[in-house]
């Protein structure tokens, strides 16, 4: 969907199979006709073709019949060239939350902090000093290019005299939360309502089901993740989508 071209494009194949005897809503609808509508058209897709309806599974979007991947929608940075680098499609603002048991490192505790990268960008959290279990609550911002990759993330423990430890990592599937960023981009966002997930599988990090909800006329995805490649821990992370035009 990221490359569908606008709402325009979204509702011809979101409205492409609406049933007899129920209408768009008028500009002049109420926010429950307006709301109502919107949930069957997106959240439970009653008017596109059923071969169509998306799921998320694995690391990738996929059509329940048709099995066409949307990955030519979605590139990883060693395809994507200097052009779809350049041009971005968004801005993806990332709170990071809190660790959970995270590995030690020093003597008895680490110093952990968290780095954040999208293509060639970075981003990081402050150090918190002596703590397995700490609590960030820091917003950073990644600019989305046209052509993006997986959300990577890193926990370190901060060292003074040597390298900083690693402490883990994870990869976050934006495919789910920017495809539905799109398609809601242009539409008069009610509030409290579930517009997507990303699904725990063996083939990702999360802990739980992760849904993508309007909250107060915004998109957000809260995550849960076990980090990778070390003996425990967990990062909690929420996603929140700033369009082009904020």
Not at 90 to 108: E, M, P, Q, S
Not at 218 to 246: A, C, F, M, R, T
Request: glycine share 6%; proline share 4%; with cysteine.
């Amino acid at each position: 969907m990221v490359e569908v071209g606008g709402n325009s494009s979204a509702n011809a194949i979101y409205e492409a199979y609406i049933p007899k005897g129920i209408s768009k809503p008028k500009p002049n609808a109420t926010i429950e006709e307006r709301t109502k509508f919107i949930r069957s058209k997106y959240e439970f897709q009653e008017f596109l073709k059923p071969s169509l309806r998306m799921i998320s599974s694995k690391s990738s979007f996929k059509t329940c019949a048709s099995g066409v991947d949307s990955d030519s929608f979605y590139s990883p940075a060693t395809s994507r060239n200097a052009t779809d680098a350049s041009i971005s499609i968004g801005t993806l603002k990332v709170k990071v939350v809190r660790g959970i048991n995270l590995a030690i490192r020093d003597f008895r505790s680490s110093d952990p902090y968290v780095i954040l990268a999208l293509g060639q960008q970075k981003v990081k959290t402050s150090v918190k000093q002596s703590n397995l279990n700490p609590v960030w609550n820091e917003e950073l911002k990644l600019t989305v290019p046209q052509r993006y990759g997986a959300l990577k993330l890193q926990v370190y423990d901060y060292d003074t005299f040597s390298a900083d430890d690693i402490m883990g990592e994870a990869e976050v599937d934006l495919q789910p939360f920017i495809a539905a960023a799109t398609v809601f981009s242009d539409e008069e966002l009610p509030d409290d309502m579930q517009v997507g997930k990303w699904l725990k599988s063996s083939d990702n990090a999360l802990m739980k089901d992760s849904t993508i909800n309007i909250i107060g006329g915004k998109i957000k995805q809260e995550i849960h993740l076990k980090l990778q490649n070390v003996e425990s821990g967990e990062l909690e992370l929420e996603l929140e989508w700033i369009p082009l035009h904020q």
